[in-house]
């Protein structure tokens, strides 16, 4: 699962069905006072009907 609180600046994600791969350039930032767990509450980015997951090499 990829939420965007939790992609990290130079991670890869991928769809395991279709191939499509992204890199994270810049980090989630928030304003003060705002809960990454509220405006981040959105499951994560999806192709293909399933999340995206994290490349580890
Ligand atoms: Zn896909």
Do not use: K, N, S
């Not at 699962?1 to 980090?27: F, N, P, Q, T």
């Not at 767990?37 to 994290?54: A, D």
């Amino acid at each position: 699962m990829a939420r965007c609180d939790e992609m990290r600046e130079g991670e890869v994600y991928y769809c395991e069905h279709c191939g499509l791969e992204i890199e994270v350039l810049e980090e989630c930032v928030h304003e003060e006072g705002e809960e990454a767990e509220e405006v981040c509450r959105i499951e994560g980015f999806v192709c293909c009907g399933e999340p995206l997951t994290l490349r580890e090499d």
